[in-house]
């Protein structure tokens, strides 16, 4: 009988049972299911191996564990309903088992298409009846043999009542290394050991993942995030190792296990598992975790620049080494993105003279080792005193290792590292070298994507924003304008700033809903449109009206914002009318900074009859304004008020004499997640302020003399040279006259001299210009006065203004 025993033990089935013997008898522990279920890996040959019992809801089987391939492959779902035609269900009310092929398989009603066609399921029910079954998945031909079902019968049983593996959320017992983490709230319950491992107390620990996230390394947080948000897990069991920060010494390495339990109706899904010290059972981190931690990092970066970074931290310091570059390959030169260290004079003579920008871009047919290396498409590496020509040979004089990097079917860039003393190559350093080159190189190809097409976009934006900015009269303007890296999408933010007539300039700053082509559209209409309203004259609560107006009849589901401030820079006052925009902060001479309290009306485009508020400012040589987009001063962890009083602080500590600097400091440490647009302004008065006057014309028959008469005697306090006001009489009847014959409403003449140059202008309300005839015979009776003004004038044009439009012209004395 002890031979047969022995001779039982042998068989597929026999050793099975001495193993779930073997874990079943251990101490229960929080992985006791788990490695129930990976004996169905071991001796059915299963692909995937999972246990659906009821939830919280009796109605539903939910998947509580799985081992092996995901179950996506196959088609299968967190969980099913017990009352349908699923196979689990079938099997969990009968209480008998189910051995499926690919045909039966094909009639089940609730089958899915799946990647994996040719594979067999197995359903065996748990006893009693009713509390769940065993599934399991196998891509043998043929299905599952009889030594597999004899398997598939002794796992079930072994788990007829499921173990548990993780703390139960309703009896309120928590093991001392384990914890339950609520998805939907960040709540978490931990034991004690836990806490004592973060150095929290019981009193002090507030019950939120946040807390316990805050102490950890931040280059492990990217790997930690991906097991504990819900988003990047699936069901089953996770493992991961993690490290600490400590009040002195270095970091503490931690074990986390876990499985995310499925919600149900009215109940949250969880995740589940334990957490304990690793620190002894490593010294070190292996390359494994390199890999990782390096899958993790690249997975982040967005830009090429980020990509180098992250390779950089993950191989220089583990391999001790002097130097790494890394490169794009681009036709037949390697365009370096990152050189650590940065100096020139630690790379090569080769690579120092063809240091163009910042980083160099070295010709691959100087090094035809290199090149070699990237047709051949693998890892190389060369050691102390190999033969290699100077500009490879200097990057690493005691060991050189080239990594190819591909990515979609052809070869991305290389890199190259590098040691000054002798180095030694183990088997695992060549594995960890090859397997980042193949990470890296596909990051690096979407990095250059995005950055590609980031550049596209920034380059959109610059065309719908000023090329520059205008030369201003008594004041100078600064603006910035920085692209969200969240995304490829243009924005709609704008600045603008428009200068008027009379010494007033318009400065304005709004922002379109939304990133993308219809927000960039609309920004450059509305931006072309406040600009055509304000140099038509109206005043500034006018033109935010229609553009409001005009927004609204666009029919866009868009709406934007706005802040307009019209300045008189002779006068140092100005207007600001704000549509639902951040107001302007004003800084003061003697540096004292303020939010500017301005009244705001709703959005563009939101409301037909709206009111758009003016609040008279006044501005003191020296002051600086400045205009802002929420960008700047509102994200997902700031709000608006914190904001704006940062930006309140920033300007107060700048120094208006330079207003770059300033504004390139107001943008450091700007959240990325939208766009910033920023306008500065510093006002420093007129040093000479010009002279003026204003004459309405009246439509009676002494018109014309009634404004020469007004011309002469104003032109005679002015000190204007008699030959100037001879000239100035002759254009003044010329230009009213034409107002008074061929137009009707009000006219106006203004007089104005600045630096010695007078300038006559009549305003009508004619929208129509005067042509200058290009022939005029003896016998015409008209045209020859616009004629008479080009001659005795040095200029002379038309603007529309409100209403109508003003002709104007200038004239300076001789010489």
């Keep these: 009988m002890a031979s047969e025993g022995a001779a ?159 703390p139960a959320a309703d009896t309120g017992e928590l093991p001392a290394d384990a914890f339950g983490l609520a998805m939907d709230t960040g709540r978490i319950e931990v034991g004690d050991d836990i806490l004592r491992l973060f150095g929290i107390g019981r009193d002090a620990f507030d019950g939120k993942v946040e807390t316990l996230l805050g102490l950890t390394v931040p280059e ?130 080769l690579w120092r003279t063809e240091w163009r920008t ?110 520059r900015l205008p030369r201003l009269p008594g004041a100078v303007a600064v603006a910035r304008y920085l692209p969200t890296t ?70 866009t589901e868009l709406f934007a914002t706005c802040c307009y401030v019209a300045v008189d820079m002779e006068e140092g006052t100005a207007w600001c009318v704000r549509a639902g925009h951040p107001p302007p902060v004003l800084r003061h001479p003697d540096g004292t900074t303020e939010i500017v309290q301005a009244e705001g009306g709703p959005p563009l485009g939101v409301l037909g009859q709206a009111d758009f508020p003016m609040t008279p400012l006044r501005l003191q040589p020296g002051a600086v304004l400045a205009l802002t987009t929420d960008g700047l001063v509102e994200s997902r962890d700031t709000d608006i008020d914190t904001g704006m009083e940062r930006l309140v602080r920033a300007l107060a500590a700048g120094d208006p004499g330079h207003l770059g600097p300033v504004a390139d400091a107001l943008l450091t440490g700007a959240h990325r997640g939208d766009d910033v647009a920023l306008l500065l302004m510093r006002y420093d008065g007129m040093a000479v302020r010009p002279l003026r006057e204003t004459w309405t014309v009246w439509r009676l028959p002494e018109a014309v003399r009634h404004a020469r008469r007004f011309t002469q005697r104003t032109l005679r306090t002015w000190h204007v040279p008699s030959g100037i006001v001879d000239a100035a009489l002759l254009v003044v009847s010329e230009l009213v006259t034409n107002a008074l014959v061929h137009t009707g409403g009000p006219v106006r003449l203004d007089l104005s001299l600045v630096n010695h140059r007078l300038r006559l202008a009549v305003t009508d309300t004619s929208p129509r210009s005067p042509v200058k005839p290009t022939n005029i015979g003896w016998e015409a009776t008209g045209g020859r006065g616009i004629l008479l003004v080009e001659a005795v004038s040095a200029a002379w044009g038309t603007v529309p203004v409100s209403g109508g439009k003003q002709v104007w012209a200038d004239l300076v004395p001789e010489g």
């Design 220 to 349: 492990d947080l990217p790997a930690l995030m991906s097991v504990v948000e819900a988003d990047h897990m699936s069901i089953g069991d996770r493992e991961l190792e993690f490290r600490i920060l400590q009040p002195s010494g270095p970091p503490k390495w931690l074990r986390l296990r876990g499985r995310l339990l499925p919600g149900g109706e009215g109940r949250p899904s969880r995740l589940v598992g334990t957490v304990a010290d690793a620190s002894t059972l490593r010294s070190d981190v292996t390359d494994v975790a390199r890999v990782q931690r390096l899958a993790a990092a690249l997975a982040m970066a967005g830009t090429v620049k980020d990509v180098g970074r992250a390779v950089v931290d993950a191989l220089r310091k583990p391999l001790k080494a002097d130097r790494i570059a890394l490169a794009e390959l681009e036709n037949d030169r390697l365009v370096v993105t990152v050189l650590d260290p940065p100096d020139p004079e630690a790379w090569p003579e």
């Design 486 to 555: 969240a995304g490829l999408e243009v924005g709609g933010d704008w600045y603008d700033v428009i200068p008027l007539a009379d010494n007033h300039v318009a400065f304005v700053i709004g922002d379109v809903q939304g990133h993308n082509a219809g927000a960039a559209t609309l920004m450059g209409q509305m931006r072309t449109a406040l600009r055509a309203y304000a140099t038509e004259g109206h005043a500034p609560d006018v033109v935010i009206a229609l553009a409001n107006r005009l927004l609204l009849e666009m029919e």
């Design 8 to 166: 039982v033990r042998r068989t597929r089935a026999g050793r099975a049972e001495i193993a779930l013997e073997t874990i079943t008898a251990a101490p229960a522990s929080p992985d006791r299911l788990r490695r129930v279920l990976e004996q169905a890996l071991v001796f059915a040959g299963a692909a995937f191996v999972g246990v659906y019992v009821p939830g919280d809801d009796p109605s539903l089987l939910c998947l509580t564990e799985s081992a092996g391939l995901p179950r996506t492959l196959y088609g299968l779902r967190d969980g099913y309903p017990a009352t349908g035609r699923s196979p689990v269900a079938h099997a969990h009310r009968t209480g008998r088992p189910l051995w499926l092929g690919p045909d039966e398989l094909a009639d089940c009603p609730e089958a899915r298409r799946t990647p994996s066609a040719d594979f067999s399921v197995a359903v065996l029910p748990f006893v009693p009846a009713g509390t769940g079954c065993l599934l399991a998945v196998g891509e043998h031909p043929g299905g599952f043999g009889t030594d597999d079902r004899a398997c598939l019968e002794l796992i079930a049983r072994a788990v007829a009542v499921p173990v548990p593996v993780g």
């Design 358 to 467: 910042e980083w160099p871009d070295a010709p691959v047919r100087a090094m035809p080792t290199l090149a070699a290396a990237l047709r051949e498409g693998r890892a190389r590496i060369w050691p102390a005193g190999s033969a290699l020509e100077p500009a490879l040979a200097d990057v690493g004089p005691g060991g050189l290792a080239v990594l190819p990097l591909p990515a979609g079917g052809r070869m991305a860039g290389a890199c190259l590292i590098g040691w000054d003393r002798p180095h030694e190559f183990g088997a695992d350093e060549r594995a960890l070298l090859t397997a980042c080159a193949a990470l890296a190189g596909q990051a690096l190809l979407r990095a250059h994507a995005f950055d590609a097409e980031h550049e596209l976009v920034g380059m959109l934006q610059r065309t719908l924003l000023p090329r």
